[in-house]
């Protein structure tokens, strides 16, 4: 096969003939997901945007031939956030059914491997669902990690940049965030104004209530960012630097290629029916009976 899918890793550049040949590829489709909202004094509100968005197109570049990046879904849920001006929400249930409206869309048009590549903390729990349901409602396998969860597969990564302490240091328009800001979009980054933060609960020093990217307690209080944060920022901002955020950056990316490769070649596990007797009904709540599993 010559094609333009072979080497064209950005879904809009295709045309629909060459989707049909990215389809032939086996290519992996990544959907970045964000958010608009507050950073803080020093960062814009598309951190969450283009984090995720720049790590999905870094990991189209390394491995063009197996990847497919599609346009970032660039609102999320964000409704905990509104008291801060510029934040855009997107309540949660049009979120979920806007991102299983593009899964549905790719496994209709035959994509099997899907990764949904967040960049915003609070969407996880809402695109967890997401991938779920596209599991179960599709034959495609759909995935979800966050861009800064991919810092973790090298367990002797994090203490080669991480300053701050654990937890609260990376938290929000962080340590992390600022730095991979710094190195994406230095000239918006308002330097002048970088300053640390904490929220309430990180503070009170308990064994329960406490966030971190990296790990948050076991029983946290999710409630309004202005009830427990002044600036917005959540963490150790005044160490943020644009040598960080390119390692950061460059970890990323690494590892998502890597995800790629592994996720393209899996065999997809294969459901079987435990039933003694058939169920006499249809599967409810869209899902697919297990007898489509084989076509």
Not at 64 to 79: A, Q, R
Not at 252 to 274: G, I, M, N, T
Request: glycine residues 8%; aromatic residues 10%.
């Amino acid at each position: 096969m010559s094609s333009h899918a072979q080497t064209e890793y950005r879904y809009g550049k295709l045309t629909w003939p060459e989707i049909n040949d990215a389809v032939d590829l086996g290519k992996v489709c990544i959907v970045p997901c964000g958010a608009i909202e507050q950073h803080g004094h020093h960062l814009p509100l598309d951190v969450d945007v283009l984090c995720s968005t720049e790590v999905a197109l870094g990991a189209g570049r390394t491995a063009p031939d197996n990847t497919l990046i599609l346009p970032s879904v660039n609102y999320g849920y964000t409704g905990h956030v509104m008291d801060f001006p510029g934040t855009i929400n997107n309540d949660f249930e049009h979120f979920m059914h806007h991102v299983l409206d593009i899964t549905k869309s790719l496994a209709y048009h035959g994509f099997k491997k899907i990764i949904l590549l967040n960049g915003h903390g609070s969407n996880m729990p809402n695109l967890e669902l997401v991938a779920r349901r596209t599991n179960l409602e599709t034959d495609a396998e759909c995935i979800l990690t966050a861009w800064w969860n991919l810092l973790t597969v090298d367990k002797a990564f994090m203490p080669s940049w991480r300053e701050s302490e654990f937890p609260g240091g990376c938290a929000h328009a962080c340590e992390l965030e600022t730095s991979v800001y710094l190195y994406l979009d230095n000239d918006n980054v308002r330097k002048d104004l970088i300053k640390s933060g904490d929220s309430s609960f990180n503070l009170e020093d308990n064994p329960f209530n406490y966030v971190d990217l990296f790990g948050s307690g076991p029983a946290n209080i999710i409630s309004w960012t202005s009830s427990y944060s002044d600036t917005g920022v959540i963490g150790a901002a005044e160490l943020a630097t644009a040598e960080k955020g390119k390692t950061a950056y460059e970890e990323a990316v690494k590892q998502l290629a890597r995800l790629v490769a592994w996720f393209k070649d899996r065999p997809k596990d294969q459901r079987k029916d435990r039933h003694r007797k058939p169920p006499s009904i249809p599967i409810s709540w869209g899902q697919r009976p297990v007898k489509d599993e084989t076509l």
